[in-house]
């Protein structure tokens, strides 16, 4: 059973960098099927997608949030990093990642989500 789990920092600072984890275990996403993707839900608000990072590492961000996200991942660990830079009261959101299987297409699994606050 594929699992993912996201871990972040739950509040953070305006104009600091906020960095999010997702650990997925229990299978894999190091393929050219599988797309590691990011979405966040602010209070009140819809599922906003973020964006995603390939096997390859390509990646695709939203337009709207482009300039501010930057990614990392370790695949000995099976882990992807998402940052966004110069956070505001506006980014306050649960966090969650989701594996997006291309063969189906679908997103197959998800993580349970992580809030993040941003105030000082």
């Known amino acids: 059973q594929v699992q993912l789990q996201e871990s972040g920092p739950g509040l953070v600072k305006p104009s600091q960098t906020l960095s999010l984890t997702c650990t997925v275990s229990?299978?894999?996403?190091?393929?050219?099927?599988?797309?590691l993707n990011w979405f966040r839900q602010p209070p009140g608000k819809g599922l906003e997608w973020i964006a995603y990072?390939?096997?390859?590492?390509?990646?695709y961000v939203s337009p709207s949030l482009k300039s501010r996200t930057s990614f990392s991942k370790d695949t000995s660990k099976n882990q992807f990093t998402l940052q966004l830079s110069s956070v505001t009261p506006e980014d306050t959101a649960v966090y969650y990642c989701?594996?997006?299987?291309?063969?189906?297409?679908?997103?197959?699994?998800w993580g349970q989500g992580t809030q993040i606050t941003v105030s000082s």
């Open positions: 989701a594996r997006f299987d291309g063969s189906l297409p679908t997103f197959d699994y």
């Open positions: 229990g299978g894999s996403i190091t393929t050219n099927r599988y797309y």
């Open positions: 990072i390939g096997y390859s590492a390509s990646t």
